[in-house]
């Protein structure tokens, strides 16, 4: 399995971005994806995820309102649509996967591939 994340960079504060997380050897729409992102000097932090076949979706608190996670099955891509973007947001953001939903999604440590992040910086 691999999860390539990209679409991250340098933005304003109040803008958007769009992240993008390509995967190979898996099937997104029968499977658990989710968001993460690490902070310099921070731990791993849970920003959304998305459960396979219903497609149920949760977001973190910072999240709620402003990012959207979804996921094109043709394209086997997930995305992460982030808007009103502030400097607290500067992060690397990865993309995970596992084979199928845990109620502790948020927990970084239950999520089996990891993509190797892409940088998002909010400049004041």
């Known amino acids: 399995v691999q999860l390539q994340a990209s679409g991250g960079g340098l933005v304003q504060a109040g803008g958007s971005l769009r992240l993008s997380c390509a995967a190979s050897g898996l099937t997104i729409r029968s499977s658990a994806e989710a968001w993460f992102r690490q902070a310099p000097g921070k731990e791993r932090e849970f920003v959304a995820a998305i459960r396979e076949g219903n497609s149920a979706v949760r977001y973190s608190d910072s999240a709620k309102g402003r990012f959207t996670i979804s996921r094109d099955d043709a394209k086997n891509t997930l995305y992460l649509q982030m808007n009103s973007l502030n400097p607290e947001d500067t992060a690397v953001y990865y993309c995970?996967?596992?084979?199928?939903?845990?109620?502790?999604?948020?927990?970084?440590?239950?999520?089996?591939?990891w993509g190797k992040g892409t940088q998002v910086t909010v400049s004041s």
């Open positions: 995970a996967a596992r084979n199928y939903w845990s109620v502790r999604y948020s927990d970084a440590e239950v999520w089996n591939y």
